[in-house]
């Protein structure tokens, strides 16, 4: 305590010596904050902060880059005599928003005694893999394979329908009745199939008997063996075209139209007496004890996107719940629109709660392949818009490190910037070295601590 | 509460220290530290010459924003400036790591 009261009363006492000093040439007027931030120079007529009157300094700058009236001495870009209608200003903003200590300040103890009588504390900057989500817009759709899209199995008229939007069905259960001329033709077919048959068979056996006496030849009877062979087939194929509508070997043209599977009515697009035809959307039953959710994911997030990996789902319909899935496929192509590709994830869908259509937001959980590095979060101190983080170089000297903040892991957060993971970041004390680089900034000229 | 008297000792001491080296600058170094005013240019260095030279940051010392902050605005206006780390991008490493900023030949005869 002692030693500090010193180190005060003898700094006090260099004081007066300080003051002393004078500037060699005093500029014509003192920069301040506010003129930075767009206050013009009333006497020359350009902006205060790019004032080469005012500052002669700016003028090297504005020379080496190419852009000087020599005439007037401004720079050329805004000279308020060759171009009036520039009003003095730059064509681009100059301010002093987000102007933080540059990357790489650096600041230096005149003695690793100052240094240590500071106090400042350390830790190392570590590194680990990072896990990030992906966060994008959601809607839940039906499970394509749980999906039953209904056409008529032959043209024909409705003559009833069994069940309306909304019922639930098993597989196989009525949905209508249709009448169809094409269910007539076959039931003919049929009939005169099974007719045909009959003769073939009866020519087949009197052949046989014969060709048995030695009265009909060789020849006779593998036509008449063709013949029922060909009568049969015909017989099957009557009989699977009608199987196939559902409708019966003989008696009244009319069949049924069944559901495939077991699910709700989601579709009727017919009514009785309307003439259906075979490509005719006419029900949809759907499943919905599985749903998906189809998740638009940006092209620049795609590369980190695959199957298998967590997703979270909210869904602005169902406040309050969150539903966890895996990811099951991710489109092949983007979508020349939205630039989007969909990663779908399905959904159980126990109590019913998930509708098409549903809209909310999706996070599916990454591994990015490039690795974090963290820092405690009192290692990260906030300037003028900047995020620092303070490395030690040496014993008595520290740098400066923009840093950008992503995501924190307890009292840790991870740093994008140029600190590595193993460099000893200054966590307690850092406040101080701050104010350091802010001295900088506000033009003191160098950060020695003394 | 050592600590905190510690703060209060060091930062009121850079506080006198800021404000005296803000008057100036050029004059104030080399009471402090020789070796700090080597770094830096004279004051009546001519820019673009040997003299003018910033041997902390390692640029023309009238191109330096490190130690005149107030040239960053003549830097914005001609477009060379790099936001995310806060220097005119001629003289950004961490952007262009290949950048060489040398230092001009000194004069025959000096």
Request: glycine share 14%.
């Given at each position: 305590m002692v030693r500090l009261l010193i180190l005060v009363a003898l700094l006090l006492a260099a004081l007066p010596g300080c003051r002393d000093l004078e500037e060699p040439e005093p500029p014509a007027r003192a920069p301040t904050a506010a003129a930075?931030?767009?206050?013009?120079c009333e006497e020359h007529g350009v902006l205060e902060a790019v004032c080469t009157k005012c500052k002669p300094a700016l003028a090297a700058v504005f020379k080496a880059k190419g852009d000087w009236c020599e005439e007037h001495g401004?720079?050329?870009?805004?000279?308020p005599s060759c171009h009036p209608e520039r009003g003095g200003?730059?064509?681009v903003d100059v301010s002093s928003?987000?102007?933080?200590?540059?990357?790489?300040?650096k600041v230096r103890f005149q003695t690793q005694e100052t240094a240590r009588l500071a106090g400042l504390r350390f830790a190392k900057a570590v590194e680990r893999p990072t896990s990030r989500e992906v966060v994008a817009t959601a809607r839940v759709v039906y499970d394509g394979t749980r999906v039953a899209q209904i056409n008529p199995r032959m043209p024909g008229v409705v003559r009833a329908i069994r069940v309306d939007v909304g019922a639930e069905v098993r597989a196989?259960?009525?949905l209508a009745v249709i009448e169809s001329a094409g269910v007539g033709a076959d039931q003919a077919r049929l009939q005169s199939a099974r007719t045909r048959l009959d003769v073939a068979e009866a020519d087949y056996k009197r052949t046989e008997a014969l060709r048995k006496d030695g009265v009909s030849s060789e020849r006779d009877l593998l036509a008449a063996r063709r013949e029922r062979e060909d009568a049969r087939a015909e017989v099957r194929s009557a009989r699977a075209a009608l199987g196939m509508v559902g409708a019966?070997?003989?008696?009244?043209?009319r069949y049924t139209l069944t559901s495939p599977?077991?699910?709700?009515?989601?579709?009727r697009n017919t009514s009785i007496g309307r003439l259906v035809d075979?490509?005719?959307?006419v029900f949809e039953v759907v499943d919905p004890s599985t749903m998906w959710v189809d998740i638009d994911v940006p092209e620049a997030d795609l590369s980190l996107v695959s199957v298998g990996q967590q997703v979270s789902l909210t869904l602005d319909g169902l406040k309050g719940r969150e539903f966890t899935s895996t990811i099951s496929y991710v489109a092949l192509a983007v979508d020349l629109r939205t630039r989007t590709a969909v990663a779908r994830a399905p959904l159980a869908n126990d109590d019913g709660a998930l509708r098409a259509n549903l809209f909310g937001r999706g996070r599916i959980t990454v591994t990015d392949p490039s690795v974090a590095v963290l820092v405690p979060r009192a290692a990260v101190q906030r300037a003028r818009g900047v995020h620092l983080v303070f490395v030690r170089m040496s014993e008595d000297s520290f740098e400066a490190r923009r840093v950008s903040l992503g995501p924190a892991e307890g009292e840790l957060v991870s740093v994008s910037g140029?600190?590595?993971?193993g460099d000893d970041v200054v966590t307690e004390g850092s406040f101080l070295l701050k104010t350091e680089t802010l001295r900088e900034s506000i033009g003191a000229g160098c950060c020695e601590v003394d | 509460m050592r600590n905190l008297m510690t703060y209060l000792v060091l930062s009121s001491t850079i506080l006198f220290v800021s404000a005296c080296q803000k008057e100036a600058p050029e004059q104030a170094a080399p009471s402090s530290t020789s070796a700090q005013a080597a770094q830096h240019a004279p004051a009546d260095a001519v820019p673009g010459?040997?003299?003018?030279?910033?041997g902390e940051h390692q640029v023309p010392e009238s191109m330096c924003t490190r130690c005149n902050p107030s040239l960053v605005a003549a830097f914005k206006a001609t477009g060379d400036w790099c936001e995310a780390h806060g220097l005119p991008k001629s003289q950004c490493l961490t952007c262009d790591p290949t950048l060489k900023i040398e230092r001009p030949p000194q004069k025959k005869g000096h």
């Open positions: 930075a931030d767009g206050e013009m401004f720079p050329e870009s805004f000279c200003r730059p064509a928003a987000g102007d933080g200590p540059a990357d790489g300040t196989g259960a009525p019966a070997p003989q008696g009244s043209a599977i077991a699910g709700v009515v989601t579709q075979a490509e005719d959307l140029r600190v590595k993971a | 010459s040997h003299e003018d030279w910033c």
